[in-house]
């Protein structure tokens, strides 16, 4: 009798899970973000009576801050917080408080309250436990974060240096228990040394945005969602949310 050939079936792995909103341009993406964007905090001020929100720095944000510095809600009671900074004095070009100043403080927005992970000290290494403490007690859990991407694959300031097994890559529940939810990083990719949130810190967020515009980002994205193999930043990012982000993405 002849034995029939076993056939293995390969099943692919499911890309991770991320809900999608495609936009035609960054005008149109920028202003549908700053609106559920700002209902987000609106919901999140209706609940607790304060909400508290981590906002992406570089160059595709600036849109965006700028239409939700517009939208109408109670900024008073809204804590606003770089994800990450670059450790340069906070009038620096290159400054994420200084694109928050720009950018978010300004209309309505002028009157939220900002926790700045910057401190005017030679590196951030020496300012980690005071900034640290600040963020664990004024500005966590987040209501509301909004992570970009560079090309790298990198989140935050979480570079694919870092080392995937890296603590900061690792969720960690709504509390960062036991992991420190900022910390110091150096990386070969950048001119500076930087300060971040942890993936722990962000995952406090119940909304969680990934900003990105263009094909080439978007590519990167695409490969990292697909390969278990993956070890960027951005992968760890969409594989320890408790919640699927919501993308946000224009070519
Ligand atoms: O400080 C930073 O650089 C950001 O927080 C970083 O994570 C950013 O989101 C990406 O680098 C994309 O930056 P662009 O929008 O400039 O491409």
Redesign the pocket.
């Known amino acids: 009798m002849k034995m029939q050939a076993e056939r293995l079936t390969v099943i692919e792995p499911l890309p991770l899970p991320l809900h999608e909103k495609l936009f035609d341009d960054g005008e149109q993406l920028a202003l549908a973000l700053a609106r559920q964007v700002a209902a987000d905090l609106r919901a999140a001020l209706a609940r607790h009576g304060e909400a508290s929100i981590a906002l992406?720095?570089?160059?595709?944000?600036k849109r965006f801050f700028q239409l939700l510095s517009q939208q109408t809600l109670d900024w008073a009671r809204v804590t606003v917080l770089?994800?990450?900074?670059?450790w340069v004095p906070a009038e620096h070009p290159r400054s994420?408080e200084r694109l928050l100043r720009e950018h978010l403080f300004q209309n309505n927005a002028a009157v939220a309250r900002f926790l700045p992970l910057y401190r005017p000290v030679d590196t951030p290494e020496m300012a980690l436990m005071p900034v640290l403490t600040k963020i664990a007690n004024e500005g966590l859990p987040l209501d509301v974060a909004v992570?970009?991407?560079?090309?790298d694959g990198?989140?935050?300031?979480l570079f694919p240096d870092l080392g995937h097994d890296n603590p900061a890559l690792r969720e960690i529940g709504l509390q960062p228990r036991g992991r420190a939810p900022v910390m110091s990083v150096r990386t070969a990719a950048m001119p500076e040394p930087?300060m971040t949130l942890t993936l722990s810190a962000i995952f406090t967020a119940p909304a969680l945005y990934l900003h990105?515009?263009g094909e080439s980002?978007r590519a990167v994205l695409d490969a990292a969602r697909s390969d278990p193999r993956s070890t960027l930043p951005i992968r760890a990012a969409l594989a320890g949310a408790s919640n699927a982000p919501t993308l946000y993405w224009s070519p």
């Open positions: 992406s720095g570089g160059n595709t944000p770089p994800i990450d900074e670059r994420n992570l970009g991407m560079g090309e990198h989140t935050a300031s930087r990105i515009e980002k």
